[in-house]
């Protein structure tokens, strides 16, 4: 009989390939985890209901300016930009200029993306994992091969 695997057994570190579809998949949340520091830093990157591009959030950490005052975002996620796609392939990571998270974490994404439209990407500098959800609906994964792509058997077939 089949043990259920547990919530961490769920989670999955992306290849370079799938990564780079999942991030526009239209509901992604990856992880990214540094190789030199062992840090995670976790982005969700969601599509805007009426534009082609994406809105990147940032979990945890930072403040955002309201009318110039600073409000610290000690959990939840707070937005630290624009990601533009062009063709369905991201072109530019525009950061929002009224958050304040520290610069690794906006450089971060912005190298994370230019490493994988450039067919760059290795696991030896830092590894992208998600959580076991599906990065287009957003719904948990179960099987193997939809933890390995990021996606589950419906969102795949479309
Ligand atoms: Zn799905």
Not at 17 to 46: D, I, K, P
Not at 49 to 54: A, G, K, R, V, Y
Not at 117 to 122: D, E, I, L, P, Q
Not at 123 to 143: N, P, V, Y
Request: hydrophobic content about 35%; aromatic content about 8%; some cysteine.
């Amino acid at each position: 009989m089949a043990t259920p695997l547990a919530h961490a057994d769920l989670r999955a570190r992306l290849s370079g390939e799938v990564a780079l579809s999942a991030l526009t998949a239209g509901r992604a949340v990856v992880s990214l985890r540094s190789q030199r520091t062992g840090e995670f830093r976790t982005y969700r990157v969601a599509k805007f209901e009426t534009s082609p591009h994406f809105s990147v959030e940032f979990r945890g950490g930072g403040s955002l300016e309201i009318s110039g005052v600073r409000i610290p975002r000690l959990d939840g996620w707070t937005r630290i930009g624009v990601l533009y796609v062009q063709d369905g392939i991201p072109h530019r990571f525009v950061p929002n200029l009224k958050t304040h998270v520290d610069s690794d974490t906006v450089n971060g994404f912005r190298w994370m993306v230019n490493q994988l439209v450039s067919k760059t990407w290795s696991d030896e500098k830092a590894e992208i994992w998600h959580e076991g959800q599906c990065c287009k609906c957003g719904r948990r994964l179960t099987d193997p091969e939809s933890i390995r792509l990021a996606l589950g058997p419906i969102c795949r077939g479309r």
